[in-house]
């Protein structure tokens, strides 16, 4: 009877430490492979292996592309590749790919939980550590999907607690424990047995394995999944903040998270992050924009002024005062970013007296005193 031979780690932000903690608590019997995700910037040289490799008598390896996945050996992903799990005739390997960018990330977590999954089924765990947003969810939603084990680091414990409390929040988790006890739980459960009512791979349903393998081919490069018009999902009215083509909606029972055709892939954290930075750049834009204007009108009048022409010199005025009143508006608007829990002071003008509130933000106030402008420079204009 096969056991739980597979473990897929990911972590992010704050995650080296409780790696660290996982990979040194590991019993030197270790009967799983292991495979480390932990995001790396694309121009970093990492040297993570050899920082495991010191805390473990079990063998750190960095991941090669066709790598044989040895039990009792940590495989750890390299920048700029994603790392994937496949299996050839029962032979497990690691196929390294550059394929798209998920949540901004490349290696991803999600794309080799994701393709562990699809390779071993239920005798995955997937174990999520410290790191921002909610990377990792996905992934670890498809590893229990299929009949795996879900693990994540106690939120209390994790640096950045994000990604453990989105996959608690969104995942039949099985088991929640500080950094420093995950490797001993680990090494317990890889010596578990795989219930025999869930030892097939292909026990699940076709469909969902066929739109797996799909997504996994995208992930890729794969020219047939490519070329194939058949999407999965359903058009989202959102643009992939990357490339611009239309993002589908993936979700289906499982966390919010949206793909585009060519395949970068946003988990609904990772698109509202990008939004934002988004809208914060046009605004940014606007209000160059409207201070050029400011001064152009500011020039224009006092020529104006200089050559008697009164009725032309209060027409650049207005435009001037106009400007001057959305240009507020718009920094008003930048100062009262809903992530920061700032608002402007009750009576103050134009929000330039800030407080921070503990707990919640009045929108409702910051869109008055946005109206209120707006109102304004209506009569003026």
């Not at 079990?58 to 090669?64: C, K, N, T």
């Not at 410290?130 to 299929?146: I, M, Q």
């Not at 507020?328 to 103050?348: E, F, H, Q, V, Y």
Request: aromatic fraction near 2%; charged fraction near 25%; hydrophobic fraction near 40%.
């Amino acid at each position: 009877m096969p056991s739980h031979d597979l473990i897929v780690v990911g972590a992010s932000a704050g995650g080296v430490e409780a790696v660290s903690a996982l990979v040194g608590g590991l019993p030197a019997d270790l009967r799983a492979a292991v495979c480390v995700v932990v995001h790396l910037r694309p121009d970093a040289q990492s040297h993570l292996a050899d920082i495991l490799g010191r805390l473990t008598p079990l063998p750190v390896v960095a991941a090669r592309h066709g790598m044989t996945l040895e039990r009792g050996t940590i495989h750890v992903a390299v920048p700029d590749v994603h790392m994937l799990v496949e299996r050839n005739d029962g032979a497990g390997g690691l196929r390294l790919v550059r394929g798209p960018r998920e949540n901004r990330a490349r290696p991803s977590v999600d794309p080799l939980f994701r393709s562990a999954a699809l390779a071993y089924g239920p005798r995955v765990i997937g174990v999520i550590l410290s790191g921002a947003l909610d990377d990792g969810t996905a992934g670890l939603w498809t590893v229990k999907d299929r009949g795996g084990i879900a693990v994540v680091q106690d939120p209390e414990d994790a640096a950045v607690p994000s990604m453990p409390a989105s996959a608690l929040s969104e995942v039949a988790i099985d088991h929640v424990t500080p950094a420093r006890e995950l490797g001993p739980l680990l090494g317990r459960l890889a010596l578990e047995p795989v219930a025999e009512r869930t030892t097939d791979v292909g026990a699940t349903p076709d469909e969902p394995r066929a739109e797996l393998q799909r997504e996994i081919g995208i992930t890729v490069l794969d020219e047939e999944h490519h070329q194939a018009s058949a999407r999965y999902g359903e058009p989202s009215r959102f643009p992939c903040p990357d490339c611009g083509g239309v993002l589908w909606d993936l979700s289906e029972d499982g966390p919010l998270r949206f793909r585009c055709e060519v395949g970068h892939a946003h988990s609904a954290a990772t698109l509202a992050e990008m939004q934002t930075e988004a809208v914060e750049a046009a605004m940014w834009t606007a209000l160059r924009a409207l201070e050029d204007r400011i001064e152009l009108a500011r020039r224009r009048g006092a020529g104006a002024a200089e050559r008697g022409l009164t009725a032309l010199a209060q027409k650049f005025a207005v435009e001037e005062q106009a400007g001057q009143q959305h240009a507020a508006a718009l920094r008003a608007m930048l100062r009262l970013d809903g992530r920061t829990g700032i608002r402007p002071r009750p009576g103050a003008e134009g929000g330039h007296e800030q407080e921070r509130e503990s707990g919640h933000t009045d929108a409702g106030d910051a869109a008055a005193g946005v109206d209120a402008l707006a109102t304004r420079t209506l009569v003026v204009d």
